[in-house]
């Protein structure tokens, strides 16, 4: 891409002063990046974040490397990515041991590793040192294992790898259920299964919900002693009204006022990174779909970005404008239904809600028309795109966008913004300072609704971005009110892409290279990361050279922006929580993964 | 003054509601009573310039698909031969993202040797994706993406799991749904 | 249905325009089926489908179903969309518990029937199937939006075939709930503690003919 040289000199220059601090600390990884020893890890953290400026650390990645690799013994390792506003990034590595794995945690310097740790923690088994709330996120407590280890097999286990060997040639279909004990996708530790039935033992109890209520338990059990008022502990979800998907949060409320509360995650949990492990890299792409689903052609431009990265292939120039094209279409889309799901949170029930459901009804017709499905649309190749685009898009496009588009955007915002009820429900509610957003790794409207300039269309950028007239949509005080601004802002300079885009776009091959299916990706590490509508969504892939990843990891905006919910609504009424939530925006299938 | 805001978007409303009264009479003015809901006004009402009520009447009207929209996977039968170009290469079942295909290659019945056929082709529609890669990975292009999404099933053993007899279309029902595939050449396929 | 319809006793002309006979079984039925209240029961991908439907080009509201009720006492019908994972499984079965009679269930897309593309992941239950009784399944993913429709079309031809007094909520005794599911090393299912139910169960292998003449040859 155009600046990754001049990325790598500013990073250089780090590298250099951190040298110089501390002489003979950073070694070089296996692939890319530095390794740090654990003990020294909290130190050049700090160093990195005060003097260097690296103030947002972008992705945790666990990683299991069950056998030695060329330099290094076999053992568990942290990855962490940091970046600053100009430049990175810094990938550190930190290595544990196989039989008890420790690290040092490094939430105190930065926030956004807080939900990240516990991620690694709940799916890989590596501890961390230091971290307040040490507890399983996406998976239960009392779960048994930790699932993304290598030799931590599954229920309907078959292969290692796919294609699995009995589809073909000798393919007779056996239905996973009839392979297991129960027929079912159920795995017990041994002394619970005899025969073939399931004997519970005596007097064992789930911990699942009471590992749930114990943070907030501390919370209410503070704020007893003054008055002896009745704090009440309220479950919202993870069944409700609310168009977000199954989230649930534990809110600890002293009246109608918010004490603590804590969103508690793993009610979609789809396993996406195992199942990644297990596909081929094509085979990804269709799975990419289903994390974002309102914004499937986003999760697909981020894994081709990720991919490409390891792969030496050129995309052609058409194929680029194409995706610029989907991606800003699905932009528009993203924040057209976000703000429709927020006034229905409010209570505008449905109104807004179908307008915005209107206008997405053509996007996703157009997407129909190029891709061949509405939501899921598996439209993009590592290289290029899938089809070229069919003759009747260009006309429906350009209509769209030169002229229904801009319409209904200037409707919707007569009808929401002057709106005295609307402005009171949003203003001066969920104030995120700056700072604090950086800290918590807050990405896409959530952070510049705050003040803070950073996309990574312009700090990182990929495809032709650069090529285009665009500005970045900042907020200034960071409340909802702004979020919602800077996201009607968003969808106005996403049609100014797409009119220069659709203008511009030029003839020529749609897919540089030929990839077939079972491809080989060169042996590399990569994260490459996108301007989701949400954020930021970055892949850290690991390729060892052969047809399957070897770790996938996926870092959404959804889960990482969660991760501030709970200091936002601290202070605010119950009726307020739906508000911050809908203007942080999540989808589930992206914070559950 | 306080309330003129809520009075904007009152108006906003408003003005969808009388909206759809006005297109109403347009088309009674156009076509006379019923015309609204020919097969021929139906492109007009569902483009980026409609105005009125966006409804499509189904089941008594069909939505209007584009030529690349796919559900489940189908198998065309080749003219010539009768019966369909698969060959059991495995492609598909090799290429398959969650591995929904079964296929028992057929044996030739004097030599014993593999065949050029399937002897047993399932596909189990209750895990498809419809992600297309199947069709996208056919050498001899015999599996096809079909439009049929209506597959309501009471059961679920029995109806959703599809065999070579439940997955073969002729030859005609696919240059219907992909006219531009056969639009070169006057039957074979790119 | 003709033949119920066909013990009505023929009408005299002077009323046929103003007297309409019929068995009390159907208009129980069309009373029932015209106006079926779905629950808001959106978990994945398919929600974002099933809200589709609701929206203006679609717009399940002609069949009498706008209501989509939040609370299940109110609601009659679960449309399952999304893929259930065993965390959601004690509040699905939960929810399906307090629905009111008559509740009706549609499985509506892959992940809903069988675990979909996701089956072999650790924290799938592997259809919806295996935790409440299932009406109608909708394959796709996801379904479209007619897709759903046909669903509740032949939901509503279900529906039609229900006699009086064969229904389930008007027999004697008392209903009994599904035993909610618990967390534990992996999804505690209360079902399997039966010995009947936990050996016999097995799906019925579709081919399985062929299967033993294979065997028998």
């Not at chain 3, 992940?111 to 650790?122: M, N, R, V």
């Amino acid at each position: 891409m155009a600046d990754e040289r001049q990325l790598s000199e500013l990073t250089a220059d780090a590298l250099g002063a951190l040298e110089e601090q501390f002489p003979g600390v950073a070694q070089p990884a296996e692939r890319i990046g530095l390794v740090i020893e654990p003990h020294q890890l909290v130190d050049v953290a700090t160093f990195l974040r005060d003097e260097l400026d690296f103030a947002y650390l972008s992705c945790v990645t666990a990683l299991d490397y069950p056998e030695a690799t060329d330099n290094f013994p076999a053992r568990y390792e942290a990855a962490y990515n940091l970046y600053r506003s100009e430049g990175g990034p810094l990938v550190l590595h930190v290595h544990a041991d196989r039989d008890d794995p420790v690290i040092p945690s490094l939430i105190e310097i930065w926030p956004s590793a807080g939900v990240q740790e516990r991620e690694a923690w709940d799916l890989m088994g590596i501890r961390f040192d230091g971290h307040p709330d040490l507890r399983r996120i996406l998976l239960w407590e009392g779960f048994e294992g930790h699932p993304l280890r290598k030799d931590w097999h599954e229920p309907y286990y078959e292969e290692d790898q796919k294609p699995f060997r009995s589809r073909f040639p000798d393919g007779e279909p056996v239905l996973d259920e009839e392979d297991t004990t129960f027929g079912r996708n159920l795995r017990y530790p041994h002394d619970w299964v005899e025969d073939g039935v399931l004997e519970i033992p005596e007097g064992w109890e789930s911990e699942a919900e009471s590992a749930v209520y114990k943070p907030l338990e501390l919370v209410a059990a503070a704020v007893k002693e003054e008055l002896g008022t009745e704090q009440v502990v309220l479950n919202i979800g993870p069944q409700h009204p609310s168009t977000h998907g199954v989230l649930r949060m534990v809110a600890c409320l002293d009246g109608e006022t918010v004490l603590g509360l804590e969103p508690v995650l793993g009610y979609l949990h789809r396993s996406h990174e195992k199942i990644g492990e297990r596909n081929l890299w094509l085979g990804n792409m269709p799975f990419t779909d289903r994390l974002d689903y309102i914004t499937s052609m986003y999760n697909n431009f981020g894994y081709a970005v990720a991919v490409e990265k390891l792969m030496d292939v050129d995309v052609p120039e058409r194929a680029e404008y194409i995706r610029v094209i989907m991606g800003e279409l699905t932009r528009l889309m993203n924040h057209l239904v976000s703000v429709g799901f927020l006034c229905n949170d409010l209570g505008i029930y449905f109104t807004a809600m179908l307008y915005a459901l209107e206008e997405r009804e053509f996007v996703i017709d157009l997407f129909e028309m190029a891709s061949g499905s509405r939501m899921m649309c598996n439209y993009f190749r590592f290289g290029g795109v899938a089809h070229d685009l069919p003759d009747a898009f260009m006309p429906m496009a350009r209509e769209l966008v030169f002229e229904r588009f801009p319409r209904r955007i200037d409707e919707l915002e007569t009808y929401l913004l002057d709106n005295e009820v609307f402005q009171g429900r949003t203003k001066r509610i969920g104030v995120l300072p700056p700072e604090a957003a950086v800290a918590y790794g807050c990405t896409g409207p959530l952070l510049r609704g705050s003040g803070v300039p950073y996309d990574v269309r312009r700090a990182e950028p990929y495809s032709v971005y650069d090529e285009f007239d665009w500005d970045v949509v900042v907020g200034n005080n960071g409340d909802v009110f702004d979020r919602v601004l800077v996201r009607f802002g968003e969808m106005r300079e996403s049609l100014r892409i797409l009119r220069q885009a659709l203008d511009r776009l030029p003839e020529g091959p749609i897919q540089g290279g030929r990839v077939r299916p079972n491809t080989r990706v060169p042996e590399g590490e990569a994260y490459g990361r996108v301007e989701h509508p949400k954020g930021e969504l970055g892949f850290y892939l690991v390729s060892d050279g052969g047809t399957n990843p070897f770790r996938y990891h996926i870092r959404t905006a959804s889960f990482v922006n969660l991760g501030v919910l709970g200091e936002l609504c601290r202070g605010n009424k119950i009726a307020d929580v739906v508000a911050i939530l809908g203007s942080i925006d999540i989808t589930l299938g992206e914070v559950d993964r | 003054m306080y309330g003129l805001g809520i009075a904007k978007s009152l108006g906003v409303t408003m003005r969808h509601f009388i909206v759809t009264y006005l297109d109403d009479l347009k088309w009674l003015f156009k076509g006379g009573f019923g015309s609204r809901y020919t097969p021929e006004a139906l492109p007009e009402r569902q483009s980026p310039s409609a105005r009125g009520i966006f409804t499509i009447q189904y089941p008594d009207e069909e939505p209007p698909l584009p030529e690349r929209f796919r559900v489940f996977p189908f198998h065309v039968i080749d003219p010539e031969t009768g019966k369909s170009r698969c060959t059991a290469c495995g492609m598909c079942a090799r290429v398959c993202p969650p591995q929904c295909i079964w296929i028992k290659r057929g044996e030739d019945p004097e030599t014993g040797r593999p065949a050029k056929e399937p002897a047993e082709f399932y596909i189990d529609v209750s895990i498809c994706m419809s992600c297309g890669l199947c069709a996208e990975a056919c050498p001899f292009d015999a599996i096809k993406m079909d439009q049929d999404y209506e597959v309501a099933a009471y059961e679920r053993f029995d109806s959703l799991l599809w065999d070579l007899d439940k997955l073969t279309e002729p030859q005609s029902y696919d240059v219907v749904l992909h006219p531009s595939d056969y639009a070169t050449d006057d039957g074979s396929s790119q | 249905m003709s033949s119920q319809e066909s013990q009505l006793p023929k009408l005299p002309p002077e009323l046929q325009d103003t007297v309409h006979l019929s068995v009390l079984d159907q208009v129980y039925n069309w009373s029932r089926k015209r106006s079926l209240w779905p629950m808001f029961f959106g978990l994945a991908c398919c929600a974002i489908e099933m809200i589709a439907s609701f929206d203006p080009r679609f717009d399940l509201a002609r069949f009498g179903m706008e209501i989509m009720r939040a609370s299940p006492r109110q609601a009659d019908l679960m449309i399952v969309s999304g893929t259930v994972t065993k965390r959601m499984a004690p509040q699905l079965v939960r929810l399906y518990n307090q629905m009111a009679e008559p509740k009706y269930v549609i499985a509506m897309g892959a992940c809903a029937i069988s675990g979909g593309p996701f089956k072999e992941a650790y924290n799938v239950v592997s259809g919806v199937d295996k935790l409440v009784p299932v009406d109608v399944y909708v394959p796709g993913c996801p379904p479209r939006p007619e897709g759903l429709f046909n669903a509740v079309f032949a939901l509503h031809k279900r529906m039609d075939q229900e006699r009086i007094k064969d229904l389930r909520w008007y027999q004697k005794g008392e209903c009994q709930g599904i035993p909610v599911p618990a967390l534990g090393p992996d999804l505690v299912d209360y079902l399997l503690t039966d010995e009947d139910i936990a050996t016999d169960y097995r799906p019925p292998r579709l081919h399985k003919t062929v299967v033993a003449e294979q065997e028998e040859a």
